[in-house]
């Protein structure tokens, strides 16, 4: 499955349960040198080796670099770590770093890329479901400062991004959870995602419905990403979930994932629209039956003062007070601007 986004670079989505497309693709390109960036949790699947071979019969010399697992590895001193890596053997602009991971290691790669000689080119290949249907497509990266989650970034799109499903395989629940988390926010968004695409163990054992669930999701994202790009309007309703997501992230020392942080700010925001729209019951309990779909616990450890403090401190605030992702109903988001009061109140 090819899905092509057309932003200001336009580039390819391919979905496929192989990498039989990556081989030829880089070896068509002008590039003399390849970083291959992962973690070191990706580094130990066969996956890896299976793509650190392919490459290496490219005619191009190739790379490695392992970064630490985890969220506190989005941080300046691998940002840098990665320059001088890049320096040290003389990539050029010509050159190409290939992001292989989940979402921490996209994020971080990308930030890197969009920064060494202002900017070289860039793969992505995700390995975890969080990182298929949402983080490795739209151009966002980052690394956080101190406790601020994303707070410096730029929007570098890849040139071209490789979706296996079959690495879907290896993960363990904790990612499957915090993929799904993303997943449930897109059937939030849109009215495009059936019930049965909401509990991964309906499609697991079926590589062609897994295809299928990454296609829809990034579906919608490149909707909203391809009038938006840069984040002017619209495209914050992807944030859904995510403010308060954030907030319980941080709170947690990351040991809580973004994908059940998201899901759980998610339950909390329709807590919040149910108030702030004053619809029925009928409509609200439809809304938790959908994040019952996932079985996974949406519930929140933290007090609304708790949350609070965090969100003042997220980029979507200001002195005026933070801007929300609310439900008028499923399929309906709107983007509302609070005061801090009125947060207070909603929690």
Do not use: W
Not at 118 to 123: A, P, T
Not at 181 to 196: C, M, Q, R
Not at 205 to 219: A, F, P, R, V
């Amino acid at each position: 499955m090819i899905l092509s986004i057309n932003s200001s670079k336009p580039y390819d989505v391919e979905i496929s349960t192989s990498f039989d497309g990556l081989k030829s693709f880089a070896t068509g390109l002008k590039a003399a040198k390849i970083l291959l960036v992962t973690d070191d949790n990706v580094s130990k699947i066969d996956a890896f080796n299976d793509v650190n071979t392919l490459l290496s019969n490219t005619g191009k010399q190739v790379y490695t670099y392992v970064l630490p697992s985890g969220e506190h590895t989005k941080s300046e001193k691998y940002f840098f770590d990665l320059h001088r890596c890049l320096l040290n053997h003389n990539f050029s602009r010509k050159d190409l770093i290939i992001a292989f991971g989940g979402g921490v290691v996209g994020d971080l790669t990308g930030f890197v890329a969009s920064t060494y000689m202002r900017g070289v080119r860039l793969i992505q290949i995700p390995t975890t479901l969080l990182s298929m249907v949402d983080s490795s497509v739209g151009g966002k990266t980052a690394i956080n400062l101190d406790d601020t989650k994303n707070i410096i970034g730029t929007f570098y799109s890849a040139i071209r991004v490789f979706i296996n499903v079959k690495v879907l395989k290896t993960l363990p629940q904790r990612e499957i959870n915090s993929g799904m988390g993303e997943v449930i926010k897109y059937a939030f968004l849109s009215n495009t995602i059936d019930d049965e695409y909401l509990n991964f163990d309906n499609v697991k054992h079926d590589d062609e419905k897994l295809m299928i669930l990454i296609k829809k999701c990034l579906e919608i994202k490149k909707n909203i990403v391809e009038n938006d790009e840069f984040e002017g309007g619209a495209r914050a309703l992807l944030n859904l979930g995510h403010t308060l997501g954030h907030a319980v992230e941080a709170l947690s020392d990351y040991s809580i994932s973004h994908g059940e942080s998201v899901l759980k700010g998610l339950n909390l925001i329709i807590d919040m629209s149910k108030k702030y729209y004053a619809f029925d019951d009928e409509t609200y309990n439809a809304m938790k039956a959908i994040i019952k779909h996932s079985g996974i616990d949406f519930t929140s450890p933290y007090s609304g003062d708790e949350l609070l403090k965090k969100v003042m401190h997220d980029k979507k605030s200001d002195s005026n007070g933070t801007t929300f992702v609310l439900l008028k109903q499923k399929g309906m988001p709107e983007l509302v601007k609070l005061k801090n009061d009125e947060i207070r109140d909603l929690l």
